[in-house]
């Protein structure tokens, strides 16, 4: 039986953001910081100063490395990697919905604060400002007003929500610091999303939050990483097939995250198509037929080239029989 750990562990490796990367996105987001610090000190009253958040799957080391896209930028056609960083924006203050400033106020300011940091005009989404850099990456602000303490969201449809982006980057990386294997196997359930994503674009898979919960909530562990994100992965498409829904654990708790996502049949396609590849990958005898398979869910980034010719070596055979044997039994995960 195919052995594919180190493969995967040398995958994880790839899509895992680089300390360099990692530096350079904290940079421009520090500039952004600094950028919209002046426009408030030069252009509002001093009691109106905003606080700043790193949120999102940066701050839980999940963001992966993206698949790079051809996108078209100041009318020319380029080939980028497009990350995606979240920083919340807190407005800390005591006045109630009534005499606050709108929602759309808070959003004009940060978009006048950032206008002309970057050659690409602000977006004004629903959620959050963005700003897009000629690199491929951007950088999306949330706007949140603190009064007690949980902050509310500046939705420009639904009015102020409660949000605490902070509280879910806790509540998993308390997950994740026991339980070493999670966050490489939400990495690679982001992987297969990034790579489905760069096949059909139309199509869009779950959101990355939605993968992390599914990811935690039905997580096996195993000495091998194949073997505990093929398990994991059968355990996700088991709780959906029962109730096709994602319940967010921290505030909004309870919030169902697969409301209203319009590609479940897609998604559930590829979802039992990955299973059955997995499936055959841990019985193939030959590990490179098995890297294949695996390659078929996760592009050509997956490191097959250092996949074996033939069959395992009597160690390798050992190893797989041994993790065979393993997931014959019940095996469950304490929290």
């Not at 994880?12 to 530096?23: E, M, Q």
């Not at 963005?130 to 491929?136: F, H, P, Q, W």
């Not at 949980?150 to 902070?166: N, T």
């Not at 592009?299 to 190893?319: F, I, N, V, W």
Request: with cysteine; aromatic share 10%; charged share 30%.
């Amino acid at each position: 039986m195919a052995n594919c750990n180190k493969i995967f562990i040398e995958f994880n490796s790839i899509i895992r953001l680089t300390d360099t990367r990692k530096a350079s996105l904290k940079a421009s987001r520090n500039e952004l910081r600094k950028k919209i610090r002046k426009y408030f000190t030069d252009n509002k009253p001093a009691e109106i100063k905003p606080k700043f958040k790193g949120q999102g799957s940066y701050l839980m080391d999940t963001i992966v490395n993206p698949i790079p896209r051809t996108i078209t930028v100041d009318g020319e056609d380029k080939t980028q990697r497009i990350y995606d960083v979240d920083d919340g924006v807190y407005f800390i203050g005591d006045e109630s919905i009534e005499d606050r400033k709108s929602i759309q106020t808070y959003h004009n300011w940060i978009v006048e604060a950032i206008d002309g940091h970057t050659s690409i005009p602000p977006i004004d989404k629903n959620t959050c400002v963005r700003t897009v850099y000629a690199d491929g990456h951007h950088i999306d602000m949330p706007i949140y007003y603190k009064q007690n303490d949980v902050p509310e969201l500046a939705h420009k449809k639904k009015g102020w929500i409660d949000s605490d982006p902070k509280e879910f980057a806790d509540w998993f990386n308390e997950k994740a610091n026991r339980l070493q294997q999670l966050r490489k196997i939400v990495r690679y359930l982001k992987a297969w999303k990034d790579y489905r994503e760069f096949q059909r674009a139309d199509k869009k898979m779950p959101s990355g939050l939605i993968l992390t919960i599914l990811a935690y909530n039905n997580y096996y562990s195993h000495d091998r990483d194949d073997i505990s994100l093929k398990e994991t992965l059968v355990n996700i498409e088991n709780a959906l097939l029962i109730r096709f829904a994602c319940y967010r654990p921290t505030t909004p708790a309870g919030e169902d995250l697969l409301d209203g996502y319009s590609n479940k049949d897609y998604f559930l396609d590829k979802l039992r198509s990955f299973i059955k590849d997995a499936k055959q990958a841990l019985e193939e005898k030959q590990q490179k037929v098995a890297c294949g398979l695996w390659q078929n869910h996760f592009g050509s980034r997956m490191p097959c080239h250092l996949a074996k010719d033939g069959e395992d070596d009597e160690e390798q055979k050992a190893a797989s029989l041994q993790g065979i044997a393993a997931i014959s039994k019940p095996w469950t995960t304490k929290y």
